[in-house]
Nanobody, 129 residues
Framework: VQLQASGGGLVQAGGSLRLSCVVS????????IGWFRQSPGREREGVSC??????????FTADHLKGRFTISRDNTRNTVYLQMNSLKPEDTAVYYC?????????????????????WGQGTLVTVSS
C-alpha cells in the first residue's frame, strides 16, 4: 500500500484546508485510512480515521477536533480527504495519512499510531494568527 498526501499550506486562523490522501496498491476496499499530525516538540497524535469500504466507511475523529475536522472517502478515486475548518494556530503540524486494518487504525488513531504499518509522506499545515 502506498499513500500520497497533499493539500497542506499556509492559511490564516479561521481559514480552511482540505488534505488529500491518494492510496495505491491492493486492498483498497479492505483498509482503513487515518490522519495523524505532529507538531514540533510534541508527540504524534491521531486526528481522524475512516474504516474500510467493506465495513461501511465508519468514521472517528478526536473529540477536541470534532465539529472542525471531517474525514471522507471517495472510493472511485481511492482518495481520502480531511476537511479542516476554523483552523487555529495550534493546528499547525505535519499531517500524515496512514493505512492499516480497521482494528489497527481505530485503536491507533486514539494514540500516536505506532502500530500502523503504512504511512505516506507528511504535508505541512501552517496556521498563522
Amino acid at each position: 500500500v502506498q499513500l500520497q498526501a497533499s493539500g497542506g499550506g499556509l492559511v490564516q486562523a479561521g481559514g480552511s484546508l482540505r488534505l488529500s490522501c491518494v492510496v495505491s496498491g491492493s486492498n483498497w476496499d479492505r483498509i482503513s485510512i487515518g490522519w495523524f499530525r505532529q507538531s514540533p516538540g510534541r508527540e504524534r497524535e491521531g486526528v481522524s480515521c475512516i474504516s474500510s469500504f467493506r465495513s461501511g466507511d465508519h468514521t472517528f475523529t478526536a473529540d477536541h477536533l470534532k465539529g472542525r475536522f471531517t474525514i471522507s472517502r471517495d472510493n472511485t478515486r481511492n482518495t481520502v480527504y480531511l476537511q479542516m475548518n476554523s483552523l487555529k494556530p495550534e493546528d499547525t503540524a505535519v499531517y500524515y495519512c496512514a493505512a492499516d486494518s480497521d482494528y489497527t487504525l481505530l485503536t491507533s488513531v486514539k494514540g500516536s499510531g505506532n502500530s500502523v504499518r503504512f504511512w505516506g509522506q507528511g504535508t505541512l499545515v501552517t496556521v498563522s494568527s
